[in-house]
Nanobody, 115 residues
Framework: QVQLVESGGGLVQPGGSLGLSCAAERNIFGTLPMAWYRQAPGKQRELVAS???????TYADSVKGRFTISRVNTKNTMYLQMTSLKPEDTAVYFC?????????WGQGTQVTVSS
Protein backbone atom coordinates (compact mmCIF):
# COMPACT_ATOMS: atom_id res chain seq x y z
CA GLN A 1 0.00 0.00 0.00
CA VAL A 2 1.24 3.47 -0.94
CA GLN A 3 -0.39 6.57 0.48
CA LEU A 4 0.04 9.78 -1.49
CA VAL A 5 -1.04 13.25 -0.39
CA GLU A 6 -1.22 16.16 -2.80
CA SER A 7 -1.11 19.80 -1.78
CA GLY A 8 -0.66 23.22 -3.30
CA GLY A 9 -3.78 23.64 -5.39
CA GLY A 10 -5.82 26.81 -5.46
CA LEU A 11 -7.12 29.69 -7.53
CA VAL A 12 -4.75 31.51 -9.87
CA GLN A 13 -5.21 34.05 -12.62
CA PRO A 14 -4.44 33.22 -16.25
CA GLY A 15 -0.73 33.58 -16.89
CA GLY A 16 0.08 32.86 -13.27
CA SER A 17 2.09 30.09 -11.66
CA LEU A 18 1.35 27.42 -9.09
CA GLY A 19 3.29 24.55 -7.57
CA LEU A 20 1.88 21.21 -6.49
CA SER A 21 3.46 18.68 -4.14
CA CYS A 22 2.86 14.97 -3.70
CA ALA A 23 4.18 13.42 -0.51
CA ALA A 24 4.49 9.70 0.13
CA GLU A 25 3.87 8.31 3.57
CA ARG A 26 6.95 6.18 3.61
CA ASN A 27 10.27 5.95 1.95
CA ILE A 28 9.28 4.21 -1.25
CA PHE A 29 10.35 6.72 -3.84
CA GLY A 30 13.70 5.57 -5.12
CA THR A 31 13.17 4.64 -8.76
CA LEU A 32 9.40 4.30 -8.44
CA PRO A 33 7.56 5.44 -11.57
CA MET A 34 5.35 8.39 -10.69
CA ALA A 35 3.13 10.80 -12.55
CA TRP A 36 0.71 13.69 -12.41
CA TYR A 37 -2.74 13.37 -13.94
CA ARG A 38 -5.66 15.77 -14.10
CA GLN A 39 -9.39 15.51 -14.58
CA ALA A 40 -11.60 18.38 -15.64
CA PRO A 41 -15.38 18.30 -15.13
CA GLY A 42 -17.02 16.03 -17.67
CA LYS A 43 -13.70 14.83 -19.06
CA GLN A 44 -11.57 11.75 -18.66
CA ARG A 45 -8.51 11.74 -16.47
CA GLU A 46 -5.45 12.55 -18.56
CA LEU A 47 -1.73 12.20 -18.08
CA VAL A 48 0.01 15.53 -17.53
CA ALA A 49 3.60 14.53 -16.78
CA SER A 50 5.49 11.43 -15.73
CA UNK A 51 8.80 10.62 -14.09
CA UNK A 52 10.00 7.10 -14.75
CA UNK A 53 12.31 7.17 -11.76
CA UNK A 54 15.53 6.93 -13.74
CA UNK A 55 15.64 10.58 -14.76
CA UNK A 56 13.30 10.22 -17.73
CA UNK A 57 10.33 12.56 -17.92
CA THR A 58 7.46 12.96 -20.35
CA TYR A 59 4.83 15.67 -20.77
CA ALA A 60 1.50 16.04 -22.46
CA ASP A 61 1.76 18.27 -25.51
CA SER A 62 -0.64 20.73 -23.92
CA VAL A 63 1.75 21.46 -21.03
CA LYS A 64 5.18 21.16 -22.65
CA GLY A 65 7.32 24.17 -21.93
CA ARG A 66 4.98 25.33 -19.15
CA PHE A 67 4.98 22.52 -16.56
CA THR A 68 7.95 20.85 -14.90
CA ILE A 69 7.85 17.58 -12.98
CA SER A 70 10.54 16.88 -10.41
CA ARG A 71 11.14 14.79 -7.33
CA VAL A 72 13.30 14.85 -4.22
CA ASN A 73 13.69 11.26 -3.11
CA THR A 74 15.22 12.18 0.24
CA LYS A 75 11.98 14.02 1.04
CA ASN A 76 9.69 11.36 -0.48
CA THR A 77 8.11 14.19 -2.46
CA MET A 78 7.27 14.83 -6.09
CA TYR A 79 6.48 18.26 -7.49
CA LEU A 80 4.70 19.84 -10.43
CA GLN A 81 5.65 23.43 -11.18
CA MET A 82 3.08 25.06 -13.43
CA THR A 83 3.64 28.35 -15.22
CA SER A 84 1.76 30.38 -17.84
CA LEU A 85 -1.44 28.79 -16.61
CA LYS A 86 -4.50 28.84 -18.83
CA PRO A 87 -8.19 28.45 -18.01
CA GLU A 88 -8.10 25.05 -19.71
CA ASP A 89 -5.63 23.88 -17.08
CA THR A 90 -8.47 23.98 -14.56
CA ALA A 91 -8.92 20.50 -13.14
CA VAL A 92 -8.40 18.26 -10.16
CA TYR A 93 -4.77 17.17 -10.20
CA PHE A 94 -3.79 13.72 -8.95
CA CYS A 95 -0.42 12.16 -8.35
CA UNK A 96 0.17 8.47 -8.90
CA UNK A 97 2.80 5.88 -8.11
CA UNK A 98 3.28 2.44 -9.62
CA UNK A 99 4.38 -0.34 -7.31
CA UNK A 100 4.32 -4.10 -7.84
CA UNK A 101 1.95 -3.89 -10.76
CA UNK A 102 -0.52 -1.59 -9.03
CA UNK A 103 -1.18 2.12 -9.46
CA UNK A 104 -1.83 4.13 -6.35
CA TRP A 105 -3.52 7.55 -6.33
CA GLY A 106 -3.64 10.56 -4.10
CA GLN A 107 -6.92 12.24 -3.20
CA GLY A 108 -6.43 15.08 -5.68
CA THR A 109 -6.08 18.82 -5.38
CA GLN A 110 -8.16 21.42 -7.21
CA VAL A 111 -6.49 23.91 -9.53
CA THR A 112 -8.67 26.69 -10.87
CA VAL A 113 -7.37 29.17 -13.42
CA SER A 114 -9.72 32.12 -13.67
CA SER A 115 -9.74 35.89 -13.64
Amino acid sequence: QVQLVESGGGLVQPGGSLGLSCAAERNIFGTLPMAWYRQAPGKQRELVASDGGGGSTTYADSVKGRFTISRVNTKNTMYLQMTSLKPEDTAVYFCSADLSGRRFWGQGTQVTVSS
